[in-house]
C-alpha cells in the first residue's frame, strides 16, 4: 500500500491519495469506476468491453471479478488509487500468464509473465502522476510474483496510451493482435523485462 501525495488540478492542491489492491467486498465501486471508464472518449479504444455490455452484467459477475483480483488473490490484483473521500480516483489490474498456455487472443504464452489490463485514472485526476504510482504497484506484484515480464496490449490508434507505455518504459515488441470485432483494426503488444 503506497500513500501518493501529488499535485492535482491546481499547484497548491495537496489532496492525498492511498494505491493499494481491492478487497473482495468492494466489488459494487469496481463496477462503478469500470462503467465510468466505458463512458469515456477513448473507451472504444481503450477496452475490449462496451458499457452497454458491462452494465448488462449480474452483480454476481462484478462479485467473482472482485473476489479474484483482490488481496490474497494469486492470477490478478486490481490496484486503485483511493482519495481522502474514499473516492476511487483510477484503476490497474495486473494478471499472471503462466508459460505453456495459451492467452485471451489464441497466442502461446512463452514465459510466466504479467499483463496489464482496465487501465483508468478519471479525467480530473489524469497528468498529477497517479497513473505511474498505480504502474509502479501493480509492476511490483508481478515481480513478486516471479514474473519474467509485464505486457500490455493497446490499441494502434490510441497515441495517447502508447506514448505513457513507452515513458515507463515498455517496449513495443512488432507483435499484432487482430481484433475479432473490428477486423480491420488492430493492436499492438508492448512489454518491459524484469528489472
Same mark, same amino acid.
Given at each position: 500500500?503506497?500513500?501518493?501525495?501529488?499535485?492535482?488540478?491546481?499547484?497548491?492542491?495537496?489532496?492525498?491519495?492511498?494505491?493499494?489492491?481491492?478487497?473482495?467486498?468492494?466489488?459494487?465501486?469496481?463496477?462503478?469506476?469500470?462503467?465510468?471508464?466505458?463512458?469515456?472518449?477513448?473507451?472504444?479504444?481503450?477496452?475490449?468491453?462496451?458499457?452497454?455490455?458491462?452494465?448488462?452484467?449480474?452483480?454476481?459477475?462484478?462479485?467473482?471479478?472482485?473476489?479474484?483480483?483482490?488481496?490474497?488473490?494469486?492470477?490478478?490484483?486490481?490496484?486503485?488509487?483511493?482519495?481522502?473521500?474514499?473516492?476511487?480516483?483510477?484503476?490497474?489490474?495486473?494478471?499472471?500468464?503462466?508459460?505453456?498456455?495459451?492467452?485471451?487472443?489464441?497466442?502461446?504464452?512463452? &514465459? #510466466?509473465? %504479467?499483463? /496489464?489490463?482496465?487501465?483508468?485514472?478519471? +479525467?480530473?485526476?489524469?497528468?498529477?502522476?497517479?497513473? *505511474?504510482?498505480?504502474?509502479?504497484?501493480?509492476?511490483?506484484?508481478?515481480?513478486?510474483?516471479?514474473?519474467?515480464?509485464?505486457?500490455?496490449?493497446?490499441?494502434?490508434?490510441?497515441?495517447?496510451?502508447?506514448?505513457?507505455? &513507452? #515513458?515507463? %518504459?515498455? /517496449?513495443?515488441?512488432?507483435?499484432?493482435? +487482430?481484433?475479432?470485432?473490428?477486423?480491420?483494426?488492430? *493492436?499492438?503488444?508492448?512489454?518491459?523485462?524484469?528489472?
Amino acid at each position: 500500500m503506497l500513500d501518493y501525495r501529488g499535485p492535482m488540478s491546481s499547484p497548491d492542491s495537496d489532496e492525498k491519495f492511498m494505491v493499494r489492491a481491492i478487497r473482495a467486498a468492494e466489488w459494487p465501486a469496481m463496477k462503478a469506476l469500470r462503467l465510468l471508464a466505458l463512458q469515456d472518449p477513448m473507451a472504444p479504444l481503450a477496452f475490449l468491453e462496451t458499457y452497454d455490455e458491462a452494465v448488462a452484467r449480474p452483480d454476481s459477475f462484478w462479485q467473482d471479478r472482485a473476489t479474484n483480483a483482490a488481496v490474497g488473490a494469486t492470477e490478478a490484483q486490481t490496484f486503485i488509487a483511493e482519495g481522502p473521500d474514499g473516492e476511487w480516483a483510477g484503476t490497474v489490474t495486473m494478471l499472471l500468464e503462466r508459460a505453456g498456455t495459451t492467452d485471451w487472443a489464441g497466442f502461446p504464452v512463452e &514465459r #510466466r509473465q %504479467g499483463h /496489464v489490463v482496465g487501465v483508468y485514472v478519471r +479525467p480530473e485526476h489524469r497528468g498529477c502522476g497517479l497513473t *505511474e504510482v498505480l504502474f509502479d504497484e501493480a509492476l511490483q506484484w508481478a515481480w513478486n510474483a516471479d514474473a519474467e515480464r509485464v505486457r500490455l496490449i493497446v490499441h494502434e490508434d490510441n497515441g495517447r496510451a502508447q506514448r505513457f507505455y &513507452r #515513458r515507463v %518504459g515498455f /517496449v513495443p515488441t512488432g507483435r499484432t493482435v +487482430p481484433l475479432s470485432s473490428r477486423p480491420d483494426e488492430i *493492436e499492438l503488444e508492448y512489454v518491459l523485462e524484469r528489472p
